[in-house]
Nanobody, 122 residues
Framework: QLQLVESGGGLVQPGGSLRLSCAASGFILSVYAIGWFRQAPGKEREGLLCISRSGGIAYYADSVKDRFTISRDNTKTTVYLQMNSLKPEDTAVYYC???????????????WGQGTQVTVSS
């Protein structure tokens, strides 16, 4: 069964950091680009950034460009989203998604995880 599973979400204070993980099973993660998206209550899903098969990074949201970064460990079939200097407006459900063969800023991804909640609050 092809599956992506996010983990690492939770409650963090403003200014804090979190690292989300996206683990793949049932397919070869290394041949896919992996993107991270988020959806806040009452808002549309927003594309944040993506890592290509070769490790190149594309940012789609200016609001996270200087604070979030993405990395991948193909040997562990896992992609990470490092989030620093978190703000209350970062509160959302965060999703990872796999796209073949390259990154894209829109929702046209082949596989999606179920999402993990991130809440930034004091």
């Amino acid at each position: 069964q092809l599956q992506l599973v996010e983990s690492g979400g939770g409650l963090v204070q403003p200014g804090g950091s979190l690292r989300l993980s996206c683990a793949a099973s049932g397919f070869i993660l290394s041949v896919y680009a992996i993107g991270w998206f988020r959806q806040a209550p009452g808002k549309e899903r927003e594309g944040l950034l993506c890592i290509s098969r070769s490790g190149g990074i594309a940012y789609y949201a200016d609001s996270v460009k200087d604070r979030f970064t993405i990395s991948r460990d193909n040997t562990k079939t896992t992609v990470y989203l490092q989030m620093n200097s978190l703000k209350p407006e970062d509160t959302a459900v965060y999703y990872c998604a796999a796209r073949f063969p390259s990154c894209g800023g829109g929702p046209e991804y082949d596989y999606w995880g179920q999402g993990t909640q991130v809440t930034v609050s004091s």
